[in-house]
């Protein structure tokens, strides 16, 4: 039947919830975590990827009534003092992401059954993925250590749009990468001409860009003129 159509019958059967933290933008690797083990008493398998055995407790992930994001909290055992000495070596994980995969544990691979069969397995069949980042630690023990999480543009420090959108200035830097000009001088930067390479010097207006470009060329700007059309 498919996924969505278990989820609309009566007895749909076991949920079974995997995390993944993923440490690779902080310096560090992935870890794959589920709360519980398959039939073989054995790590769960999902899509050929090891979830290793890990006690794990996730909770606020539903939208209130309100509309708003959640900011849902990962506990995490800390009794073998893994997750603490991750928290030491990555700046107590903020900025990691965590990734929530589900899917019915009837579709799970069939190497997690005895004999290694299983007639549903379907890696196809899951839920979509909800993607989170740690936004703080928010305690530590010598039993767990829990984390709030934030969607992507809840995360503190997080400006959305990533650019600010400013009219008539070019934001990007004079002959970098994003510039990309690096002929001879042209003008200063008041748009006057000089062949003096200490005087040569972006206006940051798209004047400036077309002394450097052409006139009816493609303009590397980095500034948005047609913000002033929006009203």
Known sequence: MGIKADIQTLNTGAVITLFELDLTTL??????????VNELANDVVWKGQTYSRFPILATGFEMNSKGTMPRPTLRC??????????????????????????????????????????????????????????????????MYVEFELAAAYDVAGTKLPRRQFIQNT???????????????PVADKNDIATSDSALDSCGKRLSSCKLRFGAYAQLPTGAFPAVGLIR
């Open 77 to 142: 055992s800390n009794a073998s003092g893994l997750v603490g000495a991750l928290t030491r070596s990555y700046g107590d994980l903020v900025g990691g992401k965590v990734i929530r995969r589900r899917t019915l544990y009837k579709y799970i691979d069939a190497v997690n059954f005895p004999g290694g069969v299983n007639a549903s397995a379907d890696p196809n069949a899951a839920f979509a993925d909800e993607i989170w980042f740690v936004d703080r630690k928010a305690s530590e023990n010598p």
């Open 170 to 184: 070019c934001t990007w830097g004079y002959r970098s990468a994003e510039c990309s000009y690096a002929g001879g």
């Open 27 to 36: 310096g560090g690797t992935v870890f794959r975590w589920h709360s519980g």
